[in-house]
Each structure stands twice: as C-alpha cells, then as structure tokens.
C-alpha cells in the first residue's frame, strides 16, 4: 500500500505551534491509534496525492476531533500544503536509515561524507525527531568532530541547500558566533561596507531562542524575505542587502540543529563551524569576518576555547576557498541599550544617524568590525580600515546608504514602540560587577521577544557603573500587561540580572 492507511482522514488544523516539528493529534479509538498503541513517540507518515511527511504522533481522548478526523500542528500544516477537511492516509514511519551512522558514531566510529550527506537529507526532510537530533549532537559533543569530519559536515550543509554566485572575485560579509545581546553590529558594517564600494549581501538568521536575531530587527525597519532575484536587484543597486537567509535555503538543516542545541544547552564545536562557514561559502562569499565574544556568560568563556575555534574556521574555510579572519571581542556584557528586535533597531539607526546619545559601545565595536572587512576586501590598507569606517560612520554616507538598502529591500518604517514598561531598580547601592547575558536574554523573551517586535530589555547600566540605592537597572518592555508580569516575575525569583558590589 503506498500511500498509507486504506481508511482516509480528514484533517484539521488545531493552530498548535510546536516550532518546526511536525505533530498530529488523534483520538485513541480511532483505527491508528488502536494500531499503534499508548506509546511514546510514535512516528506516522501522513500522504496527499503529491506530498508526505513524517509527524509524531499525539492522542486525546475528548470530543477535540471526530473518530475520523487528525489534527495536525502548525508546521505539519505548512509543510503537507492541505486545506481544511482535505483527505489524507496514514503509515507507520520506520526510522530514518541514517541513524545507523549516528549509533556507528557513538560506539567509536567517525563520519565519512556519505554518512553525513545521508543525515542531512533525513533531517531536512523531517525525518529526524528530537530524540534522534538530540542523539546526533550528543555523538558529536561528547567525542567531539575531528578536522575532516567537520569539514564534511561543513559540505553537506552546503550542499543541501542554495547557492548564490554573484560573478565578482571579492565578496565580504561578517559574522557573530551568538551568545551576546544587542550585539546588533551586521546593520551598521553593511552601511559602511557598501557605502565604501565594496559587495556585501548579507543573509541573516531569525531568533530561534535569543530575544533577536538580525533578520528580526531588520524587519522593523524593513523587508527581509527576499526571493534570489529581488536579492541580486537590491545589491547590484545598492551593492549590498540585510534579509533573512531561511528565504533561500541556504543551509536548511542550521536552524534545526540550532532549536536542540539551545534546548540541550550545549555548543557542539564542530556543528557550531559548519553552521557557520556553510551558510557562507553558499551565499558566495569570498572573505568573511568572524566576531567571537568572549565572556563569562556569553557562548564562548575564555580566550583560549575561542583562539582554538578561530584556528579551526580559519582553517576550514581555507579548505572551502573562503578566507576568514576571526576577532576576539568582550563578551562580558550586552551590547547597546535595546535588547529586542525594535530596541535594538532604534540603537541601530542612533548609531547610523550619529545621534548624540547613540550607545558608544555599539558604534566602536561595529567600527572595529566594519574596518577588518574594509581590509580583508581591499578597500583599506591594513591598520586604516577602522579610521575609514568611522569616518563613513560620522560623514553621513552610512545612514543614507542604510536608507537606500531599506528603500530598495521594500520600503523603509518605523520600528514599534511597546506598551507597557516597568523599571527595575537597584535595591542597595554599590558598583555593577557583572551582567547576566543569559538572564537577560530570558527575560527579554518571556517579555515577548522576538514574537512580539517591542518587547524585550532597556538597559539603563553597564559593568563599573556606581550606582544608588533605588536607581534604574533595566526596562522590562511587553506588548501586553500579562506578558510584562510574567517576565517580571522570572526576574524577580532569578539569580540577580545586574550584580553589585
């Protein structure tokens, strides 16, 4: 029977949001359910005429759904293309034939190319649960990839999604490893990149578990999901663009590896440098910048792990062609005022706009970044390049040029303001001796953000300030009053987001 179950369902969507895993909900009498029993877990393949995917399986007993009705989740919805009350038929899913290579792995064996090309293609087309995932980058944390394994999982990502060829021997871009919130550089090195003629189409990510990513705060200023075409129309004339990458597919399987890290709280070093080279060589750089933060709270902590993982990207991206140079920045606390996408958009555009008050933390570690790609491009002799992105910063050419990117990625507008605010303060005086960027970064959310583009954190203090008993800290924002007391309430019963001494 190739196409499921002889009995046809009908399905419904149940508006259940369970991220990018793909779930149906049924009843446990109906003919399925009986089949597969109580269990864990279990794996269905859902059939239309021209379309499959692999979901778990959920079962209820209530009157949610008819005996022959399944329930599918938002992202099972998206992914099968059906309408309300269309037929499908359904089949026990065997697990995917690559986990053979994931258990070879665990027991002492390494990764060939071929093992790896094969667990990518079951992860992207969702055949890999979060219990597969999990034991994947479980096998590769615990006996972490050596230089060609990551080189090969470096190819398989690339491989399985677009390719962008732009036809120019000099191509730049910049990226951040993550860990750090605010740390809203990309906006800014894009301006002052482009507006001193060099090519810079930058394709970034959406949060999968910060308060913001940059496509997030790029889509309150402007557009973001860019077809290839409309990509090429804005940097041949603009000679650069911000829009999110996932519009492209340019290595599909990053952002789900990303959601089980977060959720397992582990960096796996090698899916780390894949991750981050194979979403560069295919877009079609030439030359890329890497910032690594480093500090007690941010992804990496000491300056050691981080001069290992610039040797190893750099030379991984030599293998792949791609020339990268890898700079070492403080981590030890959020950069810029807004944390959030609309927060940190406003430190974006005071920063480009040379506004007096602009976060100065921002602006020279943006600086400092725009003047190494400057100089990895050719358009600076090495030591220069700072001074010639400060002086485009201070000249005005950054911001018109940001304006001219916006206006041609679809418009420029406003970012939201939020609209409802409450200030934490300090309950004894004393000098700001550490930030929690992670606390941080969870209170944003549980604010709102990214969902909810006002939400996030105001930060109103930095490390060595002396501060008064009852003086502001930070501004929890929230779109809604319910949204501000849950994060408040996290806040409150957390380990201290601000630690004085």
């Given amino acids: 029977m190739r196409n499921g179950s002889s009995v046809p369902l009908r399905v419904r969507r149940l508006g259940l949001h369970t991220q990018k895993q793909a779930v149906a909900v049924m009843r446990t009498d109906c003919h399925v359910c009986r089949s597969e029993g109580l ?31 399944i329930g599918l989740s938002e992202a099972a919805w998206t992914l099968l293309g059906v309408g309300e009350g269309d037929e499908v038929r359904i089949g026990h899913a065997f697990p995917p034939s690559s986990l053979r290579h994931v258990r070879a792995r665990l027991f002492g064996s390494r990764f060939s190319r071929a093992d790896l090309d094969d667990i990518i293609r079951d992860v992207i087309a969702g055949r890999y649960t979060d219990v597969h995932l999990s034991s994947f980058l479980t096998a590769t944390a615990a006996a972490p990839l050596d230089e060609q ?43 002052i990149v482009a507006a001193c003629g060099l090519m810079m189409p930058k394709t970034s990510s959406r949060a999968i578990t910060s308060p913001a990513g940059t496509a997030d705060t790029m ?13 090429r129309r804005v940097v041949e004339e603009e000679g650069g663009c911000i829009v999110w990458g996932g519009a492209v597919h340019l290595s599909p399987a990053d952002d789900v590896f990303v959601r089980i890290e977060r959720e397992l709280d582990i960096d796996v ?39 290992a993982l610039a040797a190893r990207m750099e030379a991984i991206g030599q293998h792949f062609g791609l020339f990268v140079s890898c700079i070492q920045t403080d981590g030890s606390q959020p950069v810029g005022r807004g944390i959030g996408p609309a927060l940190e958009a406003y430190d974006v555009m005071a920063v480009l706009s040379n506004e007096t008050d602009a976060p100065e933390d921002l602006r020279a570690r943006a600086v400092r970044l725009a003047g190494l790609v400057l100089e990895m491009g050719g358009a600076a002799a090495k030591g220069v390049g700072p001074a010639l992105a400060l002086q485009t910063l201070r000249s005005g050419k950054a911001w018109e040029k940001f304006q001219r990117i916006c206006e041609a990625q679809g418009g420029m507008r406003t970012p939201p303001r939020s609209r409802h605010q409450f200030v934490v303060e300090a309950a004894a005086g004393g000098v700001v001796s550490a930030l929690d960027n992670r606390a941080i970064a969870r209170v944003a959310r549980l604010a709102g953000a990214p969902r909810s583009a006002a939400a996030g954190i105001r930060m109103l203090v930095r490390l060595d300030e002396t501060v008064e008993r009852g003086q502001p800290l930070l501004q929890i924002h929230a779109e809604t009053a319910g949204e501000l007391g849950y994060a408040h309430e996290f806040a409150e019963r957390s380990a201290p987001l601000v630690r004085l001494k």
């Fill in 39 to 69: 269990s864990a877990r279990s794996q269905l393949v859902i059939s239309t005429a021209d379309r499959s995917i692999q979901a778990e399986l959920l079962q209820v007993e209530s009157a949610l759904l008819a005996e022959n009705q």
């Fill in 149 to 191: 394994e990551t080189i090969s999982l470096t190819g398989a990502m690339m491989s399985a999604g677009d390719r962008l060829e732009w036809g120019e021997q000099v191509v730049v871009d910049k990226h951040c490893i993550g860990g750090l919130p605010g740390n809203r550089t990309t906006p800014i090195v894009v301006a």
């Fill in 219 to 231: 889509e309150t200023m402007t557009d973001v999901e860019l077809d290839i075409s409309r990509i």
């Fill in 269 to 307: 070093e090698g899916q780390m440098i894949a991750s981050v080279l194979s979403k560069k060589v295919a877009a079609g750089s030439s030359h890329v910048v890497i910032d690594i933060p480093v500090g007690p709270t941010a992804k990496i902590r000491d300056t050691r792990t981080a001069d």
